[in-house]
């Protein structure tokens, strides 16, 4: 089924791919609703549901589809809770008289409110988010007062994590290589000049310690994306976050070619290295930050360097107040004294494994079952797609326990197959460092 739509051609995305997000999306907003009694007997043609469906432009693709009694999806069917979350949706967010696009998860596909984001009225300075993963870097810079726009990210179950986290925000699950500062400029009804901040996370796998650190890859590359689109847009500001490592990968110093690269793009840009304990994060987690202000504001971006907190938190310290889990215990959404607890679901071990893991120390172990220490933790990786051992428990930590790592809120749920999301987090700029980001980049806008 075609679905006519610039974002979703930008996305490459079809009919049936656009409505199964939008499946995860509405379970994920409407879990733990009582859905059903009311809405299982609900028709296709329930003028709420034909409103939603109108709006997000996908009734006119699917109408035949109704019309012949076929309910097709992807690899077979609609499911038959798919029309009960869409009337749901249809009294909750996408009301008919007035939808409120500016806190919807469907945003990405709904062609009224893609519109309406374009025109709606906001004084808060806009940021555009470039490679944005599950959105760390932009939950810590709307947390600080802006306004992202955009997001961009080619990964579906971090782009779906990042659309569920940040409703309103449209979010392009394409490879940025494929966007221009025009399509930005288009999407979000924006002028040159008026966003204020570009950032991104290039993928640092070419240059990280732990990944391939080859030279020629193309992918080391991506950096001139953001540099490219900044200049495009006019934006005053330009923050790119990644490894130490790339400082030199195999001979070659990207570091020095970054910095000339978005210097001839128009920026005063400085490369600085930080920690992110430094940050209230209980991780010794370092990070290169390129931080750029277009030689038209005329200042220094020392400016942009955020200030460092005088208190630290440890790994124990960031667990306090989770429930304790024995090994394949927990679930993604439980209640636990009456809060709502995401993700936080324990690994299945083998007693092989369980075997290895009751021998290591805290701070010790190999780097594939490395035991956190009860201070602070090294950088956090995914590797294998499994997170770092528990300080204290034979068990490694769960997704939950990792966004504690990199002090991420519990309201914020990571999405995805479970083996999808360790590395959505890993992977993840740490929110107390966004924060701190964000503050900076504020204080050089006013």
Do not use: W
Request: hydrophobic residues 40%; positive net charge.
């Amino acid at each position: 089924m075609k679905y006519s739509c610039r974002q979703t051609r930008l996305m490459a995305m079809n009919c049936e791919q656009v409505i199964e997000r939008c499946v995860e999306l509405l379970n994920a907003c409407y879990y733990g609703k009582k859905i059903g009694s009311k809405t299982d007997t609900l028709q296709p043609s329930h003028p709420g549901i034909v409103c939603v469906l109108k709006r997000m432009g996908i009734f006119q693709p699917i109408q035949p589809y109704l019309d012949n009694g076929c309910n097709l999806m992807g690899n077979g069917k609609i499911r038959k809770t798919f029309f009960s979350m869409i009337a749901e949706h249809s009294v909750g967010r996408c009301q008919t008289g007035t939808p409120q696009c500016h806190q919807c998860s469907l945003i990405s596909f709904c062609q009224t409110g893609l519109s309406n984001h374009k025109y709606r009225k906001d004084n808060r300075p806009v940021a555009i988010d470039l490679f944005a993963g599950a959105g760390g870097l932009s939950a810590g810079f709307h947390y600080e007062g802006f306004r992202i726009a955009l997001a961009i990210e080619r990964s579906r179950h971090a782009a779906q994590t990042y659309r569920h986290n940040h409703p309103g925000v449209p979010v392009l699950e394409a490879d940025a290589r494929r966007v221009s500062a025009a399509d930005i400029l288009n999407i979000t009804g924006l002028k040159p000049c008026s966003i204020s901040v570009i950032m991104g996370g290039p993928p640092c796998q070419g240059y990280s310690a732990a990944g391939l650190r080859k030279p020629r890859r193309e992918q080391n590359l991506l950096y001139q994306i953001v540099a490219k689109i900044a200049r495009g847009v006019k934006a005053p500001v330009l923050l790119m976050e990644n490894v130490p490592g790339l400082a030199k990968v195999g001979g070659v110093n990207f570091k020095t070619q970054i910095l000339s690269f978005v210097a001839n793009q128009g920026f005063n840009v400085k490369a600085v290295e930080l920690d992110a304990s430094k940050f209230g994060v209980p991780q010794r987690r370092k990070r290169l930050l390129f931080l750029g202000i277009h030689n038209r504001l005329n200042s220094n971006p020392q400016l942009l360097v955020p200030t460092q907190l005088k208190h630290t938190c440890s790994v124990v310290k960031a667990f306090k107040g989770l429930p304790s889990l024995i090994m394949d215990s927990g679930k993604d959404v439980a209640i636990h004294r009456g809060v709502v607890i995401y993700n936080h679901r324990a690994m299945v071990h083998s007693p092989e494994v369980v075997a290895k893991i009751q021998q290591i120390q805290p701070g010790n172990g190999p780097p594939s079952y490395r035991r956190l220490p009860v201070t602070l933790a090294q950088t956090i990786i995914a590797g294998h797609r499994a997170l770092p051992v528990h300080p204290k428990q034979h068990r490694t930590i769960t997704v939950r326990e990792a966004a504690r790592l990199q002090t991420i809120p519990d309201k914020f749920r990571f999405l995805g197959p479970h083996a999808e999301q360790p590395l959505q987090v890993a992977n993840a700029v740490p929110y107390n460092m966004a924060r701190a980001l964000g503050r900076a980049a504020l204080r050089v806008l006013k």
